[in-house]
């Protein structure tokens, strides 16, 4: 199996702030890494696909790079509805893996 | 576009239990579907995914389900089914059910870039005795 590890686990911020998560696969997978966001007692939402595509609807503030086996989202300015829990997730071969998250929290 | 679970319940281990995840708003029978579990405090973890009939209707499932789950799907009802035996109490969790996406078709692997688009609200499965 592919596994994903994300740093940090969990990081705090200001409003305003940008933020930098990153990502890295056990192996390469080429672009095929997915960025998710999940608020508290809520279901996940696609942010990005494919790495550095924003998902339709998605405020430009999020963009994705990487390729291979390095990736990071960023936040380039940190919105009160952004304080969340982010999960990459590997959608090169089968069993489908999420890292473990990054919980973005106010400082 | 929406996908609505239910079915979660509280169960015994070694029990069984089907969750249901109804679609609208898109044409279900060409949908691939997904299945995701989140255990209590925990992150995400991918249950397994069945592609539409027309690409074969294969299903793939992670190695902790792998034997005890089976997801099938009823396209006449725009219905996925998660089919849960031998139940652990490490099973746990809330279960959301997702509508995949394929994007940037890749000429080289033959394939596009999936992704989990459109997410349910969860239902909770809790085993205990």
């Known amino acids: 199996d592919i596994q994903m590890t994300q740093s940090p686990s969990s990081l705090s911020a200001s409003v305003g702030d940008r933020v930098t998560i990153t990502c890295r696969a056990s192996q390469s997978i080429n672009t095929y890494l997915n960025w998710y966001r999940q608020t508290p007692g809520k279901a996940p939402n696609l942010l990005i696909y494919a790495a550095s595509n924003l998902r339709g609807g998605v405020p430009s503030r999020f963009s994705g790079s990487g390729s291979g086996t390095d990736f990071t989202l960023t936040i380039s300015s940190l919105q009160p509805e952004d304080f969340a829990t982010y999960y990459c997730q590997q959608s090169y071969i089968t069993p489908l893996t999420f890292g473990g998250g990054t919980k973005v929290e106010i400082k | 576009v929406q996908v609505v679970e239910s079915g979660g319940d509280l169960v015994k281990p070694g029990g069984s239990l089907r969750l249901s995840c109804e679609a609208s708003g898109f044409t279900f029978s060409h949908a691939w579907m997904s299945w995701v579990r989140q255990a209590p405090g925990k992150g995400l973890e991918w249950v397994g995914r069945?592609?539409?009939?027309?690409?074969?209707?294969?299903?793939d499932y992670a190695v902790p389900v792998t034997g005890r789950f089976t997801i099938s799907r009823d396209d006449s009802i725009t219905t996925v089914f998660l089919h849960m035996n031998s139940l652990k109490t490490e099973d746990t969790g809330v279960y959301f059910c997702?509508?995949?996406?394929?994007?940037?078709?890749?000429?080289?692997?033959?394939?596009?870039?999936?992704?989990?688009?459109?997410w349910g609200q969860g239902t909770t499965v809790t085993v205990s005795s």
């Open positions: 069945i592609k539409s009939k027309n690409d074969g209707g294969t299903v």
């Open positions: 997702s509508m995949i996406s394929g994007y940037n078709y890749d000429n080289r692997r033959k394939t596009y870039h999936y992704a989990m688009d459109v």
